[in-house]
């Protein structure tokens, strides 16, 4: 059943359903983050001190009584009276309204003027420099004598206090609408949509502006609580609101010749600036924190259970011949995201040989660079990730090993290259020295020594003049190149095992071909194990000996390279195997597919994993888990009830 | 490539950074050349034995300017060190002789013949001649609106090199008042530096005061040391007159504006004299070795602009004189009962030849119906009243007006707050067109006829009967012919109430005990006579 | 390289040309003037307007603008009407306390700040993270006078350790130039520092993202040198931004901070000139604060370049 014949109106249902599951998830992880939630509470009480001013606080915050001036808070003035007499508790909740209203405006105000100037600035160039111009002129300008002239020129008012710190804020936010403007520019969705004809305009205000909103609505919320600061010290220098308008700022200016016989009259103007400003920063982390696509924060707290480090015995490279040199032996990896708990890896059990060279394969979530990131406990053992089982190198539990321990395998005793070499080399350093990094962390050598063999690994990688290449940067290389590189790294102090994570998926069909003839070709020489992950057939049938297929955090099936090829046991491997294109297959038929999609790792299926999917799937697969067990006369090992009598089937 | 961008890049800002400092000369230059700077700072003979040579003293306010004549108010607690006048007050007020040795009135009273004393020295040591006196109080003269008024046309003449002569158009006996109040500033400076100063003052501040000028840093200190070629009279030093002798090397006049910071800074040592707010006063009442001072501050008043639309018409100022709860007033601006006194005359009583009672009973009326009855007579429809007022010189003025203002409010007049900084503030109240009312504090004058706002240009009173009266008050010689016209004057004034008293105001300070011989005249400390322990 | 920094300083003056022109605008539209400000209270109006004849205050707007630029392109700045010395002169005077108090407030905070975000990145969630969420907010609402109201009362009332106010310049020595800054930059470093810390924490947050980061750790390298050694030097960018903009704003002095501890700086210096209306020096500091800041953002540039090398002039 190919995919195409999923119906509309399926796709809409999903589309639904998937608009909701977002939003359920935004609001889980809105009401986890304490910063939001208690930002957010700060505001409503703000906003309802500010609403209901004339309720909360009765008096007159302009009523001078001298009589009752200087009073300390009691029953009748919970706050304390001024030097004026004037009920405190009034002039702090009016003060609050006023400098509430102030910090909203100016924020508005800013944000909106700013958004409109950084939109044209960053999509039309040659208005960028003009605006930018003026925008830096601003952003010179002291705002305190700016303030300071406008109230002389203007006149004090209120108003003109929020012009001169709207044209104080504007440039800021400029900029920052203005950069990631330059960077929405770059994106190929907006040059399609410049393909497609639309204008300018409508590019502006319906595609970029979306991207910039969250940007802005976290930029706004901390110039709101700025603005406020900012009033308050200008009202300091006697440019702040106009007395006798009570603000925040007007309050601290006032108490601060009674600091010390009364000081509620610092106290309390004090604690509401405190807590305005405090609430708008935390709602502005909050935001950003939410809005932010690293900021995947478990939704539990700390794990409970780390890893018992209990010291053991170590000792490098002393298994017995026969004894393979990687055991992994029902490895469970946990990780703990928004989600919840996710068991990425789930009972994985297989080897690898000394000199082997095995393939890991299965689609994209399966688990296989999980597994391989759990060999070398990559992931973080406080907050993120769970091991059970046994991972045994050199007959050595790794899972059982100290932190300190274990850095001394990591790029040592085994190493690991990732998918992306580009992200996965430090940009700031140059190639040389990420080399050199690797061997002094785990050999006794000097850095003249390990320089010059960092170049002989470089050519030992096949890069052209090396001694050029070691002093140059990451971004000076092209892809293969790289790659060649971080195998450089990866072999500096002769691991006895690689790890290669898609190693080649991110790079050009040709430089792909060099690059596993590179891996092979140390692996034949240094007798290096490869523990080879990959989406790629093909590359499988080339390079590897023995094979792993996962699927969803499982082990469906393993076994020798050929036998898996010519006799896939488990369907979903015959599935894999039918849809390779062949170029001496029947053109006529339709291209074979694996129907359905990967399902996620939190709605496991009951039974058999692969059961929804599976054709040939019964009761009894939709129910119990099958073991992952070799057949009666076979070497390959399968997890499934029916895979003798689907051995007939042809591949 | 990399390495030598690298250095070379770090390399340039480092430079960059120490050209910076080479070329901010935090050392600074020292501006005001005084001419008399030939001797470092406290070169003389070293001060006695356990006695400090070097005081510091704390300014609350910016000096603009160190020209005596001009800008008085605000300079004068260093300029009373460094420059004299033909005479000086003492304690009570009276005028005694200082740079003059005596005077003699005509019998009309219209001539006055200064005799100069002899062998005075100026701080660059010229000897004081009748030349610089007469040009120094013709430039006063022309610099000073008091002055001005009281002069009119006449000028200082030169009879013989140490007498000097002054023939007025009539008599007026407030001359010798003028020329001995620190208020005016009647200061002597030699001739050539009067002559070669422009509008904006003297180039040099030369006088013949204990202390002169070795360097002013504008903004942060005022350096004078002690002059030792000082001339000092015999008579007993009281007031600002008598003996002067300088027991001090050096002072330094710092220039602290915030109020928090001169008390730290009290406490904490550096200075052993600083002005005390109500806040700071119980944290220096019980402090050992150290004294609490209450001196007689400025008083307060309201002025009205008596070209407004409003307060041109005197029902309308009758009204605000009947609203006024002085005590009120005076308590918002002091918080303490203790530092103000109700006072319904224009002097203080201390100042017995020109103090009165006369017309006080329009002083402190608290009568709001009385105001409502008044205003509802003149016809008061709901115009807005501008009170033209500032929130620096300490905010007293601010704090006096917003209480006017709430007893305004009170009976129904729509006022508005026009609040300004200092420079915008002189402007709009010489502007006729720009205000209603304005409560300031105002430094007692010695006489009635200095009074600011009996001054056309101050509020703009135009009135023939009030000028005719104070004529007559300057023309009046003896004793009774003073109170009379005194009190005739007053009198009329609280008709007329071209401004309003509210009252007097003190100040507190503090003082070590361990500096002694400070006395303060008018609020303003005199440093002569100082001694600090160490 | 030399060609940058000239197209840079070349690029500056359409900035200050605009500036000088907002500047002058709005000097001209405030009302007062210094001649009265200088001659104070009881001065009778024609000394007031003399001294308006000679200050030149009477000439129409366009005139006093060309003047005026006309003398700047020259280097001349003009005099001072209340400090009776050249701005240039003033303006130098008042550079060296500013720079000082900026460069050790900035000091200050970056010795608090970068620590305390690198440590709260890497152990988010954690008390360092708490902590420094609750410095950063305690050090953003606080104003600066109370804390330096406090710390006055500490160290130089209770313990005498330090004292009140004032300034002593360097070539007195470096301890006591220490001595009297110490306080206020305390003060406005503290403030500087919450921010930082902030910004500190987040760029490092988002570089612990990186892919080279897990190569890193594959690598076997510790905690500890994959923070300091990887992260915090791919993270300096922003951070150094910051530092560069922050630096900047105190250049143009903190007034407020300088007047309760009277250091006699620029911001001391512009709020004295705007209050007597010294036209000259208003004129002159804004220009000089203006033509500063490009220089910090352009020193900023050039650290950039070394840190990170994909970084190119342009």
Redesign the interface.
């Known amino acids: 059943m190919p995919l195409l014949e999923i119906k509309a109106d399926e796709l809409a249902a999903r589309r639904l359903r998937l608009k909701r599951e977002n939003r359920k998830l935004f609001v889980r992880r809105f009401l986890v983050n304490k910063a939001a939630v208690t930002g957010s509470v700060l505001i409503a009480l703000v906003a309802a001190v500010s609403l209901f001013a004339p309720w909360i606080a009765s008096r007159d915050p302009y009523a001078i009584d001298v009589v009752n001036r200087l009073k300390a808070p009691s029953a009748v003035y919970p706050f304390g009276t001024d030097n004026f007499g004037r009920d405190l508790l009034t002039r702090v909740v009016y003060g609050t309204r006023m400098s509430a209203e102030v910090g909203f405006a100016v924020a508005l105000g800013s944000s909106a003027i700013g958004l409109v100037i950084g939109l044209y600035a960053g999509y039309f160039k040659w208005l960028d420099q003009i605006l930018m111009r003026v925008m830096d002129g601003l952003f010179a300008f002291p705002a305190v004598l700016l303030a300071i002239a406008m109230m002389a020129a203007l006149g004090p008012s209120v108003g003109n206090l929020i012009l001169c710190l709207i044209i104080v804020f504007v440039p800021s936010i400029a900029r920052i609408v203005r950069s990631s403007v330059l960077t929405a520019k770059e994106t190929t969705y907006i040059e399609a949509m410049h393909t497609l004809g639309a204008s300018h305009n409508r590019i502006i205000w319906k595609h970029i502006l979306p991207g910039s909103l969250s940007t802005l609505i976290v930029q706004g919320s901390f110039i709101f609580a700025e603005a406020i600061i900012v009033e308050a010290a200008l009202s300091f220098l006697g440019a702040g609101i106009p007395a006798p308008t009570p603000s925040l700022g007007n309050l601290l200016s006032d108490g601060k010749l009674y600091i010390y016989n009364s000081s509620w009259m610092t106290l309390f103007p004090g604690l509401a600036l405190v807590l305005v400003v405090l609430a708008m920063n935390l709602f502005g982390d909050g935001i950003r924190d939410l809005l932010d696509p690293h900021a995947r924060r478990s939704l539990t707290k700390r794990l409970v259970q780390p890893l018992k480090q209990r010291p053991a015995p170590f000792q490098a490279g002393s298994a017995a011949a026969d004894e393979p040199l990687l055991q992994i032996r029902e490895l469970k990896t946990q990780l703990h995201t928004e989600r919840g708990r996710v068991p990425a890896v789930d009972g994985v059990s297989f080897e690898v040989g000394k000199g082997e060279v095995v393939g890991i394969v299965g689609e994209s979530g399966c688990g296989k660079s999980a597994t391989a990131q759990s060999v070398l406990r990559l992931f973080d053992e406080k907050r993120l990730a769970e091991y059970e089982g046994e991972i045994r190198y050199n007959g050595i539990d790794l899972l059982k090993l100290t932190p300190k321990q274990m850095r001394s395998v990591r790029g040592n005793e085994i190493s690991m290259i990732f998918q992306d070499p580009l992200s996965s080399l430090n940009p700031v350093h140059t190639i040389g020295e990420q080399i050199v990094e690797t061997l002094r962390l785990h050999r006794p050598i000097g850095k003249k020594e390990a320089w010059t063999k960092a170049v002989e690994l470089l050519r030992l990688t096949g890069i052209p003049a090396p001694e050029r290449r070691a002093r140059e940067y990451p971004h000076q290389l092209s892809g293969g190149m790289r790659q060649r590189v971080m195998i450089a790294i990866a072999l500096a102090c002769e691991p006895q095992l690689l790890i290669a994570d898609e190693p080649t998926t991110a790079l050009d069909v040709t430089i792909q071909a060099q690059i596993l003839e590179l891996i092979l070709d140390l692996n034949r020489r240094m007798g290096m194990s490869v523990m080879l992950i990959t989406h790629d057939l093909g590359v499988v049938a080339e390079a590897c000996s023995r094979v792993v297929v996962m699927y969803l955090g499982q082990v469906v099936e393993s076994g020798d390279v050929r036998t898996l090829f010519e006799k896939p046991l488990h369907p979903y491997t015959i599935g894999l195997m039918q849809s390779i294109p062949r170029l001496d297959g029947d053109r006529s038929q339709e291209l074979a597919a694996v129907p359905g999609s990967v399902p996620s790792l939190d709605q496991l299926p009951q039974g058999c994993r692969f059961a929804p999917r599976c054709t040939y799937a019964d009761d009894k697969c939709r129910t119990v888990m099958p073991e992952l067990a070799a057949l009666p006369g076979g070497d390959t090992l399968v997890r499934c009830w029916h895979a003798g009598k689907l051995s007939g089937m042809e591949a | 490539m990399?390495k030598l961008?690298?250095h070379?890049?770090?390399v340039?800002?480092l430079v960059?950074l120490l050209a910076?400092?080479g070329?901010?000369?935090?050392?600074?230059?020292n501006?005001?050349a005084s001419g008399a700077d030939a001797n470092a700072p406290g070169t003389a003979e070293p001060a006695p034995e356990n006695l400090a040579s070097e005081l510091r003293f704390p300014l609350a306010q910016?000096v603009?300017?160190l020209d005596p004549h001009?800008?008085?108010?605000?300079n004068v607690y260093v300029t009373l060190n460094i420059f004299e006048g033909l005479f000086a007050f003492d304690a009570n007020f009276n005028p005694v002789p200082m740079l003059a040795e005596s005077y003699d009135l005509s019998e009309d009273g219209k001539t006055y013949t200064f005799h100069l004393r002899q062998g005075v020295k100026f701080h660059n040591g010229k000897e004081l001649k009748a030349e610089d006196v007469t040009a120094s109080l013709n430039r006063w003269k022309?610099?000073?609106?008091?002055a001005?008024a009281s002069l009119g046309e006449s000028e200082f003449t030169i009879k013989d090199d140490y007498t000097v002569e002054l023939a007025l158009s009539e008599p007026r006996n407030d001359i010798i008042s003028q020329l001995s109040h620190v208020l005016n500033n009647a200061a002597i400076l030699p001739k050539e530096v009067v002559e070669a100063a422009?509008?904006?003052?003297v180039k040099e501040y030369i006088g013949t005061g204990p202390f002169k000028l070795v360097e002013w840093?504008?903004?942060?200190y005022v350096h004078v040391a002690k002059f030792d070629d000082y001339q000092s009279v015999d008579t007993p030093a009281s007031g600002l007159s008598g003996k002067k002798e300088a027991y001090l090397q050096d002072i330094y006049f710092?220039?602290?504006?915030?109020?928090?910071?001169r008390f730290?800074?009290f406490?904490?040592?550096?200075y052993d004299y600083v002005d005390v707010?109500?806040?700071?006063l119980?944290?220096v009442e019980g402090l050992a070795g150290v004294t609490v001072n209450k001196n007689l501050g400025s008083d307060i008043n309201l002025v009205f602009n008596k070209k407004s639309p409003l307060f041109s018409n005197i029902k309308y100022r009758e009204a605000v004189a009947a609203v006024l709860d002085a005590d009120?007033i005076l308590?918002?601006t002091v918080?303490s009962p203790d530092l103000y006194r109700l006072n319904p005359s224009y002097m203080y009583p201390e100042n017995t030849t020109w103090y009165s009672e006369a017309g006080k009973e329009n002083y402190n009326q608290k009568n709001p119906d009385k105001a409502k009855q008044l205003l509802q007579e003149a016809g008061y429809s709901g115009q807005e009243v501008t009170l033209l007022t500032t929130?620096?010189l300490g905010?007293s003025f601010?704090?006096a007006t917003?209480?006017l203002q709430?007893e305004l409010e009170a009976i129904g007049v729509k006022t508005k707050?026009d609040?300004?900084?200092?420079?915008?503030?002189?402007?709009?109240r010489?502007d006729p067109y720009a205000w209603d009312i304005y409560v300031g504090l105002f430094t007692m004058p010695s006489t009635p006829s200095q009074l600011?706002y009996l001054n056309p240009?101050y509020g703009f009173a135009e009135d023939a009967k009030l000028a005719e009266l104070t004529k007559q008050l300057t023309a009046a010689s003896t004793p009774e012919e003073i109170k009379t016209a005194n009190d005739a004057l007053q009198q009329y004034e609280w008709e007329y109430l071209a401004a309003v008293k509210i009252g007097d105001t003190y100040s507190q300070s503090a003082t070590r005990d361990k500096l002694t011989g400070l006395t303060t005249l008018a609020g303003y400390p005199n440093l002569a006579n100082t001694k600090l322990s160490q | 390289m030399a060609f940058y920094i000239t197209r840079r300083l070349l690029a500056m003056i359409p900035v200050l040309f605009v500036l000088s022109v907002i500047v002058f605008l709005i000097i001209y539209l405030i009302p007062g003037d210094p001649a009265a400000v200088m001659l104070g209270d009881g001065a009778s109006p024609e000394t007031i307007e003399a001294l308006r004849e000679q200050m030149g205050l009477n000439l129409p707007l366009l005139p006093q603008y060309l003047r005026w630029i006309g003398h700047t392109l020259q280097g001349e700045l003009g005099d001072s009407f209340f400090m009776r010395q050249p701005v240039r002169t003033a303006l130098a005077e008042h550079l060296g306390p500013t720079f000082s108090l900026a460069l050790l407030a900035e000091l200050i905070a970056i010795v608090i700040a970068v620590p305390l975000g690198v440590r709260a990145a890497s152990r988010r969630g954690e008390l360092a993270d708490k902590a420094l969420t609750g410095f950063s907010l305690f050090g953003i609402t606080v104003p600066g006078f109370v804390l330096s109201m406090f710390t006055v009362l500490l160290f130089s009332v209770q313990l005498k350790w330090l004292p009140v106010s004032g300034y002593k310049p360097l070539s007195d020595g470096l301890i006591t130039h220490l001595k009297y800054l110490i306080l206020p930059a305390l003060s406005l470093g503290i403030v500087q520092a919450a921010l930082l810390a902030r910004v500190t924490r987040s760029s490092m947050l988002e570089v612990l993202n990186e892919g080279f980061v897990k190569t890193a750790l594959a690598k076997g390298v510790s905690e500890q040198g994959i923070v300091y050694r990887h992260v915090l030097r791919n993270a300096l960018l922003p951070i150094l931004t910051v530092i560069g903009g922050s630096f900047g704003a105190l250049l143009a002095g903190a007034a407020v901070i300088e007047s309760i501890f009277n250091i006699p700086g620029m911001g001391q210096l512009l709020v004295n000139s705007v209050q007597r209306r010294d036209y000259a020096v208003i004129q002159g500091v804004i220009l000089f604060v203006a033509f500063a800041y490009v220089m910090v953002n352009l020193a900023v540039d050039l650290l950039c370049t070394i840190v990170d090398p994909r970084v190119r002039l342009k």
């Open positions: 990399n961008y690298r070379s890049i770090l340039l800002l960059s910076v400092y070329c901010s000369s935090g050392n600074g230059n501006n005001a910016q603009p300017t001009l800008s008085l108010n605000t022309s610099l000073t609106g008091r001005q422009g509008p904006d003052g840093k504008q903004d942060q710092d220039i602290v504006t915030d109020s928090a910071t730290s800074s406490l904490a040592g550096t707010t109500l806040d700071n119980p944290q009120e308590l918002g918080n929130k620096e905010g601010y704090n917003i209480v709430k707050l609040i300004n900084d200092f420079a915008t503030l002189l402007k709009k010489a600011l240009t």
